[in-house]
């Protein structure tokens, strides 16, 4: 059963960075595509970034393209996001999730998911 656990959010000022980890446990994850979302009370579910474990291609939403950067440690099994030049919209909650396959952006083609991390981000 996989296992994601994030970490690495809290209050930043605009303009600031933060680095979040997915640590991710439970199997193997080689054929695995790893993705961060984010969400914001009474809005929808939003893709961020994604990463294939193998190979390490990456895809960015067009809102976070040029400031996030995804990466990821295999030997850690740990997915990150760098997240720079941080805007308050970029408040939300982060939650990292796994699927088997190519990536795509639809949350509800990912099959586990974290708990989230908090991101906070004041102007």
């Known amino acids: 059963q996989v296992r994601l656990v994030e970490s690495g959010g809290g209050l930043v000022q605009a303009g600031g960075s933060l680095r979040l980890s997915c640590a991710a446990s439970?199997?193997?994850?080689?054929?695995?595509?790893i993705g961060w979302f984010r969400q914001t009370p009474g809005k929808e579910r939003e893709f961020v970034a994604a990463?294939?474990?193998?190979?390490?291609?990456?895809y960015y939403s067009d809102s976070v393209k040029g400031r996030f950067i995804i990466s990821r440690d295999t030997a850690k099994n740990t997915v990150f996001l760098q997240m720079n030049s941080l805007r308050p919209e970029d408040t939300a909650v982060y939650y990292c999730?796994?699927?088997?396959?190519?990536?795509?952006?639809?949350?509800?083609?990912?099959?586990?998911w974290g708990q989230g991390t908090q991101v906070t981000v004041s102007s």
């Open positions: 999730a796994a699927r088997i396959g190519i990536i795509v952006t639809r949350g509800n083609d990912y099959d586990s």
């Open positions: 439970g199997r193997t994850f080689s054929g695995y595509t």
């Open positions: 990463i294939r474990w193998i190979g390490g291609s990456t």
